[in-house]
């Protein structure tokens, strides 16, 4: 990586000095970094041509395209920002998501055109809507109509040029500022720890509304490294690309591992080139993990992360992948903070540090942290202290040696008889039942011991859920406490578009017309 101080400028030394190398790849398709680099110099051309200025924000909702990318870096190069949509939230979120961050260019790609449509008139910041691909593309030839520009705004270290937005499971979405400085921070760091370099290959996957995706994207261009981008994370689309582009890195969620290993020729795939598969974003079932450790040994980094610290901060490598007796407990652990990232655990009531092994708020605090949350004062405060430390919101403790066990969001947390429980440690017991496919552990009110935890179970195909059964399985596993006092089967855990539960509709029902502490 150069020593530049934004990426515009970092991706533009790299094309002076290796023009000719690939860049990225789509499906059939490359560009050189020379190539690429014009494309971003005409965006930021036609960006100043529709009179945008530095401190504006364009907004991109489409599934994975090299546009986007050229578009975010576009926007480091003029001053501007990319609010990249999730394309899975319902059209109120995404009239919410463009108006909040009043988008004055919006890019769109073929499948939700007819949305845009359809809320174009509730969408008033946006000036310019220009379609993406498919047979009414219009990108190649707003691209054409301008030549290359290559002047570059001189854009300070916490200046904004991409604008992820939070899942939102409690209310609307907020914007995190995501800067050059954190950026540029979380390649080197990421890097660093990774090994990924010039000749590396990486997958790109997952969707770039995502810090998963954009910014693995990033810190692989920071690097000079080659980018194989899906469209899609079909899971035979990601076991071919694997093999065919030769892949070194990949960043693949446990969903989506979970489909690739019931792929019928999994274990025959030629994953020889592949040096890190990182894993992260929700819980890893464990019989899921197993599976991949054969499929993939010695490769496999479970990462701890956030948008607002502009991805990973924590993560456990290949040697601590180990059911020995010794290191078994482990595989439920984040692993370590990575390089340039400090993590403490702090009692979320006074922000005082709590002893080794007890159970607390996870913090943290490095360059890569967000500059805030776009246009909200007092959620930024909340969230980053005077002295730079982000309160993740996840509860959590470290041990002895070190490794940080994240056991659920703060505010998911039960607290029965005086005891905090924390619903993921349960679930992880539960999801290795062979009835269970899916589960969620919620409190609900008990007259005795405040809450108690009750599991929502989702049955696994053929199978037939004995709460008796289950409750005394979780018997064998848990302290009697931690254990849920009843069970519920239904078809379908509800989710919000990122693919959390939605565990406050889950208990919507049971504290209706009660008062609870955690909400």
């Known amino acids: ?34 190539q690429f680099v014009e494309r971003i110099q005409r965006n930021a051309a036609a960006q100043r041509a529709a009179g945008l200025q530095p401190g504006d924000r364009v907004a991109v909702l489409d599934l994975n395209h ?54 174009r008139e509730k969408i008033p910041t946006v000036q310019t809507v220009v379609h993406v691909g498919g047979e009414n593309d219009e990108y190649e030839a707003w691209l054409a109509a301008h030549e ?18 939070t899942s939102g499971t409690t209310g609307f ?42 910014s693995y994207a990033l810190l692989t261009l920071a690097q000079g490294a080659r980018i194989s981008m899906l469209r899609v994370p079909d899971p035979v689309a990601v076991w071919d690309m694997l093999e065919r582009e030769r892949i070194t890195h990949t960043f693949l969620v446990p969903a989506l591992l979970a489909t690739m290993m019931q792929v019928p020729d999994a274990e025959e795939r030629d994953v020889s080139a592949l040096q890190a598969l990182s894993y992260g974003a929700s819980p890893m079932p464990l019989p899921v993990l197993r599976q991949c450790l054969k499929v993939f040994p010695g490769k496999m980094h479970q990462v701890y992360g956030m ?6 901060v924590s993560s456990l490598g290949p040697e601590d992948h180990d059911e020995s007796p010794e290191k078994a407990h482990r595989l439920l652990s984040a692993g370590k903070p990575i390089h340039g990232v400090e993590m403490e655990v ?11 092994g007890s159970p607390g708020e996870i913090w943290v605090r490095t360059e890569q942290l967000m500059a805030g949350y776009w ?7 909340s969230a980053i202290t005077p002295d730079g430390w982000l309160r993740s919101g996840d509860g ?23 005891e905090n429980i924390y619903p993921a440690e349960i679930e992880r017991v539960l999801v290795e039942h062979p009835t269970v496919a899916d589960v969620a552990v919620i409190g609900v009110p008990d007259d005795k011991w405040g809450e108690v935890p009750k599991a929502i179970v989702v049955p696994a195909p053929g199978q037939t859920v004995d709460p008796d059964e289950l409750i005394a399985y979780s018997r064998e596993h848990l302290a009697s406490f931690k254990c849920p006092k009843s069970v519920e089967i239904i078809d379908e855990l509800p989710r919000n578009p990122s693919g959390k539960v939605l565990k406050k509709d889950l208990r919507a029902k049971y504290w209706e017309g009660r008062e609870r502490q955690v909400v």
């Not at 246009?375 to 405060?381: H, L, N, V, Y």
């Open 346 to 356: 702090r009692d979320p009531a006074t922000g005082e540090p709590v002893p080794v």
């Open 375 to 381: 246009q909200k004062p007092d959620a930024t405060e």
């Open 148 to 165: 290359p520009d290559p002047e570059h705004y001189p854009a300070r270290p916490d200046d904004c040029f991409v604008q992820l937005y």
């Open 396 to 418: 959590g403790y470290m041990d002895a040696d070190g490794y940080f066990y994240v056991t659920d969001r703060i505010k998911d947390m039960i607290i029965s008889g005086g």
């Open 307 to 312: 948008t607002e610290a502009c991805g990973v």
């Open 173 to 214: 979405p907020k914007g995190a500022l995501l800067t050059h400085r954190g950026m540029l921070s979380h390649a080197r760091n990421v890097a660093t720890d990774f090994e990924l370099g010039p000749e590396s290959r990486v997958q790109v996957a997952m969707p770039l509304f995502h810090v998963g995706g954009t």
């Open 1 to 34: 990586m150069t020593d530049q101080t934004d990426f515009a400028s970092i991706v533009a030394d790299i094309a002076r000095e290796r023009p000719d190398d690939i860049a990225l790849t789509y499906y059939d398709r490359s560009w050189t970094w020379a």
């Open 66 to 119: 090299p546009s986007c990318l050229e578009t975010t870096l576009a926007c480091a190069q003029v001053g501007t920002a990319n609010a990249i949509v999730n394309f899975r939230l319902a059209p109120p979120e995404i009239i919410y998501v463009i108006n909040d961050a009043q988008a004055k260019i919006l890019f769109v790609g073929p499948e939700f055109a007819g949305a845009v449509a359809q809320i």
